[in-house]
């Protein structure tokens, strides 16, 4: 096991920059998500990081050992492919076993490692199977026993779940958890699912237009975004935006809005501030007085109900707000309705205008 | 109900004519190649007289063994050539890479009858002359490309993650091939070097341009023994071919399932 080091990497093809400058440290049996909508660089990075690619300029380090013009054969790296990549022409064990044979391993060593490998992915008695004869989901647990059999000092995943269906999904991440807790591998992540990001990584790191915008833990990310773009890429965010007063800021229409956590900005400065749908308290009335939380009258405009929770869409100013209510048994409130809106500063982010 | 019914029938008589139209005349020189009569005159004889006396006819043995010599040779140097290409064509990008692969095309709209007058006054002008040895490379310079457009066919439904799995997993670039996209392109290197034998072995233009007397082979060997008077002989010996060419492809047909993914 390693961790790995990226510093200053920065890879263009043709005039696109695909990959600008970017630095993330991976410690050593983390799990990592990189995050970002298609074409924020995620997959070049992942493929600078696998070696099936090179960085115009930066450094890449496995274990300490500089690795960026290494390929990919020699940087002792275990990948999953999206779509699974499995040798169609070899059963499922001589597919796990194929990065043991090409490195010469006695056939024993190969039987018993393959059994081994295929046992952990709970495929023990599938090795005999065509991969055209398993399901999606055991494709992608062949594919994972493939990439570890041959005891890699990084997981590379890209977007390995992609192509199953939500419920397989959910299966695949836990067990995906699981063995990666079991043998205690570096492993990074790539995805453009924040769900699938914020529930299986230890860090994530948010990547657009090349660039790393935001990393760290989910909780700290999604509670603490320092751009529009985090705010709203992982998770749902209403964003305000006006002029910094310090402590919060001031809309155009003079309402002031403060804000408890965040960036420490100038007043006078141009700046957002972020609340989550679910920190929203919505009623028909003001009710008792609370001194120091934000308050905005609106309309709800629509809501959606979806079995545990409520979707509500406020009009306010122009500006199209989204609450999500818990189903407690409360009275709902109907489409038309005016209603007070209410949040702490604990939940309002204050953020730099881009 | 009716119109589907009179609709299948149509298409079963259609596919029988298609059949008969293929077949018959084969058939029809297989059966005579056993009648005792040289002038297809009925009724049928049962002789395998025919059949004794190319045994004797040496000439058509040596020019029968010339095909399968020349044949064989061609279609190992086209299937190894025209792999080796495809997966370059495949692999790598490079100047003029489009021009190349638009370059290949034409040989094979060419008409042989101008392929082979090149070929022959070309040989003569650099001194490779007429021969076997000269049929020879005419065969694998028309049979080639055969070989690298039904490679790269195949190539195009080679899915690239496979070889980067394989190098993930520590595998060089041979055993790369060897072990992942080889497997992956069989089928299309056995039917590009059936392709290949075919253009040989049915070669008579190209074949009887370079030919020298008494060094040729089957087909140019057939059409001089016609110009001389027909004899059941020919008969005879093109049914051989025909069963041994329809068992080798149905074997072939029968092992690697052309056209399928898995």
């Given at each position: ?45 992942l ?38 990549a ?27 490692e ?11 008695k ?69 769900e ?18 935001q ?35 001031r ?12 960036a ?62 818990q ?28 | ?57 040496d ?11 020349i ?58 002359g007429?021969g ?41 670039q041979?055993?790369?091939?060897r ?30 341009f ?11 060997e ?27 492809m ?13």
């Amino acid at each position: 096991m390693a961790g790995v080091q990226v510093s200053d990497v920065s890879r263009s093809f043709g005039a696109h920059k695909a990959l600008d400058n970017v630095s993330i440290d991976f410690a050593d049996g983390g799990f990592y998500a990189l995050l970002g909508p298609s074409g924020s660089g995620k997959t070049t990075l992942l493929r600078q990081i696998a070696g099936f690619d090179f960085p115009d300029s930066g450094r890449i380090t496995i274990g300490g050992e500089s690795v960026e013009r290494v390929p990919v054969e020699k940087r002792r790296i275990g990948m999953v492919f999206q779509n699974y990549a499995l040798f169609p022409n070899m059963s499922v064990a001589d597919n796990v076993a194929f990065g043991l044979s090409v490195r010469g391993e006695a056939k024993a060593v190969i039987a018993t490692e393959v059994q081994r490998a295929l046992d952990l992915v709970q495929l023990g008695k599938l090795g005999g199977r065509r991969p055209h004869q398993l399901s999606g989901g055991q494709r992608q647990r062949v594919a994972l026993a493939r990439a570890i059999v041959t005891k890699p000092r990084v997981l590379l995943l890209d977007e390995p779940l992609g192509a199953l269906d939500k419920a397989l999904r959910v299966d695949m991440q836990i067990e995906l958890k699981r063995i990666q807790r079991e043998i205690g591998i570096t492993t990074i992540f790539v995805t453009h699912d924040q769900e699938e990001a914020l529930t299986m990584s230890d860090r994530i790191g948010i990547l657009r237009d090349g660039r790393l915008v935001q990393e760290g833990p989910p909780e700290e990310i999604y509670d603490r975004p320092k751009s529009e773009f985090a705010a709203t890429f992982l998770g749902d965010a209403n964003i305000f935006r006006g002029d910094s007063t310090g402590d919060g800021i001031r809309l155009a229409d003079g309402t002031a809005i403060a804000a408890g956590v965040g960036a420490k900005l100038a007043a006078g400065a141009k700046a957002s501030c972020a609340v989550r749908p679910e920190r929203i308290r919505i009623a028909r009335d003001a009710g008792t007085p609370d001194g120091n939380a934000n308050m905005l009258k609106g309309q709800v405009s629509k809501r959606i109900f979806a079995g545990s929770n409520s979707t509500y869409f406020v009009e306010r100013a122009g500006q199209t707000l989204k609450v999500i209510v818990q189903n407690t048994g409360m009275e709902r409130l109907a489409e038309g309705q005016d209603v007070v809106l209410r949040w702490s500063p604990e939940s309002t982010v204050l953020i730099a205008a881009n | 109900m009716a119109t589907t019914r009179v609709l299948e029938w149509l298409g079963r008589f259609y596919i029988g004519l298609l059949l008969a139209f293929l077949y018959l005349p084969i058939i029809i020189m297989a059966l005579m190649s056993f009648n005792v009569s040289p002038f297809y005159q009925l009724p049928f004889e049962w002789t395998t007289e025919w059949y004794a006396s190319l045994w004797q006819n040496d000439q058509l043995i040596a020019a029968t063994w010339n095909s399968v010599e020349i044949a064989v040779i061609t279609t190992v140097i086209c299937v190894v050539l025209g792999s080796a290409a495809s997966l370059a064509l495949y692999r790598y990008e490079f100047r003029g890479k489009k021009f190349l692969q638009a370059l290949l095309f034409p040989p094979i709209a060419i008409p042989w009858l101008i392929t082979g007058t090149a070929m022959l006054i070309f040989f003569f002008g650099v001194g490779i002359g007429r021969g076997l040895h000269a049929i020879l490379l005419g065969h694998v310079a028309l049979a080639l490309p055969y070989v690298i457009v039904v490679v790269s066919a195949r190539l195009q439904t080679f899915a690239p993650e496979l070889e980067e799995a394989a190098r993930s997993l520590g595998a060089n670039q041979w055993q790369v091939t060897r072990r992942v996209t080889l497997p992956w392109i069989m089928p299309g290197v056995i039917a590009g070097g059936l392709f290949a034998f075919a253009v040989s072995f049915d070669q008579f233009v190209v074949s009887y341009f370079l030919a020298t007397p008494g060094q040729t082979t089957l087909p140019v060997e057939i059409y001089a023994a016609i110009r001389k008077g027909f004899t059941p002989e020919i008969n005879a010996v093109s049914t051989i071919i025909i069963v041994v060419s329809m068992a080798l492809m149905l074997l072939t047909a029968r092992f690697f399932k052309f056209g399928g993914e898995k």
